[in-house]
């Protein structure tokens, strides 16, 4: 699949920033749009950066006119924390303005739709490991709300003829976690040891398991499925999955390098049910079949980067 200009919404954010780099790196100019306060401190001359929401229409309809945008990859969108908090601003935000950039995105003919989802659109107490075609009964409004973007994706898809392209994240583990979000703790806690804190308390118990994925993999999977020769992608969505991570492991990877570090934990309601509901194993043949996935950060490898993204080195 060949484009040249891209539009990335929620594009100053943990993944859309570092996304748009990449995709520049590959010969694609990209448009990062994201609300107010998301500006990054350092924009690079090269970063086109349109300030906005995802619901204000007019200012999408000048977005797309000015930039003349082929492909789109929409990260725009709360997290389950806020979702929950916020669930009239979560079902505008994720699902009506999604509703309405598939539909211009079909006007405009763009030749490819990028969408984030989760398995959170999954609900609690999946089979596990999860097989590629489990049903999706998602519990928290946050998954509700993506798992109706992926079937108005596909609708467009078989109806409109849009390259509705979609990937299923489990936990991503990221050096730039948003705060607020209930899957942020093992970065926050790493990043605590490496700043010289001496305790962090963990939301979720220790030996509680989460299908997970390195930030730079889940860069390179959004790059390489949009890239991809359609006749090869025999599925509408697909799942990944490297490793299962633990508190436990998080609080073992960092006494080795920070033995002095103390971890105590408070399991919170929230967090339990929705990180303990999460399967420990995804099963992704699919995507490594279709488009050749294959995950480069294990554990041990993730950690290493982590750490060393954080001491700067
Ligand atoms: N990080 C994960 O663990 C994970 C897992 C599964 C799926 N995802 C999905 O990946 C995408 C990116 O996630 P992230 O980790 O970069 O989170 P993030 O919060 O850093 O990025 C989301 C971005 O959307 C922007 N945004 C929110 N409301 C907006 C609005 N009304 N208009 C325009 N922009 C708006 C935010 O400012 C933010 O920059 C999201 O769709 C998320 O659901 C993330």
Redesign the pocket.
């Known amino acids: 699949m060949h484009f040249e200009k891209a539009l990335i ?8 920033r570092l996304l748009a780099k990449s995709l520049r790196d590959s010969g694609v100019a990209t448009v990062q ?3 107010p ?2 500006e990054p401190p350092d924009p690079m001359d090269e970063e086109i950066i349109v300030i ?4 204000d229409q007019a200012l999408l309809s000048d977005t797309f006119d000015k930039h003349k945008l082929d492909a789109v990859f ?6 389950s924390g806020s979702s929950e908090a916020n669930p009239d601003e979560a079902w505008d ?1 994720n699902a009506t ?1 999604s509703y309405r950039l598939l539909k211009r995105s079909v006007d405009a003919q763009v030749k490819c739709f990028f969408f ?5 659109t999954y609900g609690a107490g999946v089979t596990d490991p999860l097989p590629e075609q489990e049903q999706q009964w998602p519990d928290l409004l ?1 998954g509700v709300t ?1 798992v109706a973007v992926e079937r108005l994706g596909v609708y467009y898809k078989l109806k409109h003829g849009l390259d509705f392209r979609c990937l ?5 583990l ?1 050096p ?3 705060p607020g ?1 209930l ?2 703790y093992p970065s926050h806690a790493m990043k605590s040891a490496c700043d010289g804190g001496n305790q962090f308390t963990f939301p979720v118990s220790g030996h509680i398991g989460t299908s997970t994925l390195f930030l730079d993999d ?1 860069i390179q999977s959004i790059v390489s499925l949009a890239k991809a020769d359609q006749k090869r992608l025999k599925q509408h969505v697909y799942s990944l999955h490297s490793f299962v991570l633990t508190g436990d492991m998080i609080e073992q990877a960092i006494k080795k390098r920070y033995p002095e570090f103390h971890v105590d934990y408070a399991p919170q309601p929230a967090a339990e049910h929705m990180l303990g509901g999460l399967p420990d194993v995804v099963e992704d043949q699919a995507a490594r079949d279709d488009w050749d996935w294959q995950p480069q950060f294990d554990f041990d490898r993730t950690v290493d980067a982590m750490f060393e993204l954080f001491s700067g080195r």
Do not use: E, Q
Request: hydrophobic share 45%.
């Open positions: 919404t929620g594009g100053n954010g943990n993944l859309g749009f994201d609300i306060g998301s906005g929401d995802v619901r929409h990260l725009a969108s709360l997290l935000i303005s984030a989802s989760t398995l959170a946050y993506k299923r994240f489990p936990l991503v990221s730039f976690a948003p979000a899957t942020a889940v």
